[in-house]
C-alpha cells in the first residue's frame, strides 16, 4: 500500500470515528432545580432524549414536585433542523441565543414547533428551558436535521 493510500484510510477512519463519537455522545445535559425559574441549587442529570410524563411525581430524587430544569446538547452546523416540543406547563428552546420556541407560561400541555436554519460551520448549544407551575408535569422536546425523518 503506498503511502498515499496509507494517508487517505487514516483520515477516513478518524473522520468516520469523529462522527460516531458525536453521535454516540449526543446526549442531554441538564439540571433539575427546586424552583420554576432556573434559580438555586441544581440536580444534574444526562438523558439521551427529553420524553418524560412524570404525572404528579418529582423528576428526580432531591427535587420538588414544582421545579424547573434546562437541558443542553451539541447539534453539528451547516444544517437545518426541525424543533418541536410538548409541555405541561412552560417551555424554551434556543439555539445559541435565539429563541426557536418561547412559551414560558402555564398550559395543560401545549405542541409548538420550530425551525433551526442558517448555522454556521461547527457544532452549536441548543437549550430547552422548562418549568411545571402545578399538577402534571410533561416534557417531550426533540431536534431533528432536516430530512432525518423516521
Known amino acids: 500500500?503506498?503511502?498515499l493510500s496509507l494517508a487517505a484510510c487514516l483520515l477516513i477512519?478518524?473522520?468516520?470515528?469523529?462522527k460516531q463519537a458525536f453521535a454516540e455522545d449526543n446526549s442531554w445535559n441538564g439540571q433539575f432545580y427546586n424552583s420554576q425559574n432556573l434559580t438555586g441549587k441544581s440536580t444534574t442529570v444526562k438523558y439521551p432524549e427529553l420524553k418524560f410524563d412524570w404525572g404528579l411525581e418529582a423528576p428526580e430524587k432531591g427535587v420538588s414536585k414544582d421545579f424547573s430544569a434546562r437541558f443542553e446538547k451539541s447539534i453539528e452546523g451547516n444544517k437545518d433542523y426541525f424543533v418541536q416540543s410538548y409541555a405541561d406547563d412552560g417551555i424554551r428552546v434556543k439555539v445559541g441565543k435565539q429563541?426557536?420556541?418561547?412559551?414560558?407560561?402555564?398550559?395543560?400541555?401545549?405542541y409548538d414547533k420550530g425551525l433551526i436554519t442558517g448555522l454556521g460551520s461547527g457544532t452549536h448549544l441548543v437549550t430547552t428551558e422548562y418549568f411545571d407551575k402545578t399538577n402534571h408535569a410533561v416534557l417531550f422536546a426533540?431536534?431533528?436535521p432536516l430530512g432525518d425523518w423516521y
Open 1 to 3: 500500500m503506498s503511502a
Open 99 to 110: 429563541n426557536i420556541i418561547n412559551r414560558w407560561s402555564g398550559s395543560a400541555g401545549t
Open 142 to 144: 426533540e431536534v431533528v
Open 13 to 18: 477512519s478518524l473522520n468516520l470515528n469523529a
